[in-house]
């Protein structure tokens, strides 16, 4: 579970398209504002991109079948996580996004052994 954090614009998808084409994945990756969710399978992984920038409702969550999404099987990238705070499992991994003058900087944090792995692997 991945946590991209940051102003709208900050680069989240952006860097969602990057890890996708560093995986190989050669489709076209869409920004999920209004499908709140695109799937992709690269290279035997199953990754699932949120945006929930539009989530609104709890009912909602129940209705798109999101909690079946939050299994070991599949990656979560999840921008907005803030708008489903209490539906949405905790972070392994977050990316957190600040626009500079010159580019941007992200801050990494684990918070699982799964995370630190990650983090360990950079
Ligand atoms: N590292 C970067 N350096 C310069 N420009 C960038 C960088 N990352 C993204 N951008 C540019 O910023 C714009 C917005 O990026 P992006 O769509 O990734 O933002 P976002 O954080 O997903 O925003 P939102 O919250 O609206 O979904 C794009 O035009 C993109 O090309
Ligand atoms: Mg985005």
Not at 18 to 43: D, F, H, I, Q
């Amino acid at each position: 579970m991945i946590y991209l954090r940051g102003n709208l614009g900050a680069g989240k998808t952006t860097l969602v398209r990057a890890l996708l084409l560093a995986l190989g994945y050669r489709g076209r990756v869409k920004s999920p504002t209004y499908t709140l969710v695109e799937s992709y399978e690269v290279r035997g992984l199953h990754l699932r991109h949120f945006d929930l920038y539009r989530f609104r409702d709890a009912d909602e969550w129940e209705e798109a079948g999101f909690r079946d999404e939050f299994d070991a099987k599949n990656i979560c990238l999840v921008e907005w996580p803030e708008q489903a705070t209490g539906l949405l499992p905790d972070a392994d991994l977050s990316l957190t996004f600040e626009i500079l003058q010159d580019g941007r900087e992200i801050f990494l944090h684990a918070y699982t052994e799964a995370g630190m792995k990650c983090l360990n692997a950079l």
